[in-house]
């Protein structure tokens, strides 16, 4: 029976990381075994104490420093036994209720790679996204597009599931929110086609936690240009 790695990055997300894990594990996938797997990247609020108290099959690793998103993914990634992976963040604005959808394209054999885009569902989530945050996500994208030939429509988005194998060969650096651009690079300079499919979004404030900023934005930009010529 496959099985699918689902890795939790958190950080500071007290409010949310217990129902998320919740989602998570009442989420069934017909025919898949699946593993949690939580990595906690030195949380300063009450979710440590909340992750101690999580019952049930979920492997949970600590950084004894903030390291940001891209380091912990990749402790997910090191440390996950699936052949398929997938990356749920821990905030609730991507529901598990997608996993069906996101997986069904690799399981029947049509992708290795797939992207859960925002912008093909825009119409019910454009009013949940920052105007900002739609714009910088569609230049990035472009330019995404532009420098590695592909065509997609959401680079940014935090939903991204690969089968395990894509990911050979390939050295994450990224330690912060550059891993949105890095993985997608380096998977389209391996000649991999990313396939979408549409996903709904609950966009938050950043009263209530987001973390992203437009500074990410511009790091974003030297990142894709870095990757499209170097490693």
Not at 96 to 116: C, M, Q, S, T, W
Request: with cysteine; aromatic share 10%; glycine share 8%.
């Amino acid at each position: 029976m496959p099985k699918l790695s689902v890795i939790v990055p958190v950080y500071n997300e007290e409010k949310t990381i217990a129902r998320v894990i919740e989602e998570v594990k009442n989420t069934k996938i017909k025919g898949m075994a699946k593993e949690i797997i939580v990595v906690d990247d030195f949380s300063t609020d009450g979710t440590s104490g909340i992750l101690k108290k999580a019952k049930g099959r979920i492997k949970i690793f600590c950084h004894k420093k903030n390291m940001g998103k891209g380091a912990a993914v990749k402790t997910g990634i090191n440390n996950s036994t699936g052949d398929i992976i997938l990356i749920q963040d821990a905030d609730l604005e991507y529901s598990p209720k997608e996993y069906g959808r996101l997986l069904e394209p690799i399981i029947k054999g049509n992708a290795d790679v797939v992207y859960g885009s925002r912008i093909n569902a825009i119409r019910k989530n454009l009013k949940k996204m920052y105007k900002l945050h739609y714009i910088g996500n569609v230049l990035l994208t472009l330019l995404t597009n532009l420098l590695y030939n592909a065509n997609i429509t959401d680079m940014e988005t935090g939903y991204k599931v690969f089968r395990k194998e894509a990911l050979n060969d390939i050295n994450l650096r990224a330690r912060r929110f550059d891993f949105e651009p890095e993985i997608t690079a380096k998977l389209l300079k391996k000649g991999y086609k990313i396939h979408e499919v549409p996903i709904n979004f609950f966009g938050r404030k950043f009263s209530e936690g987001k973390k992203i900023t437009w500074i990410d934005g511009v790091k974003a930009i030297f990142y894709l240009i870095r990757y499209r010529f170097a490693d």
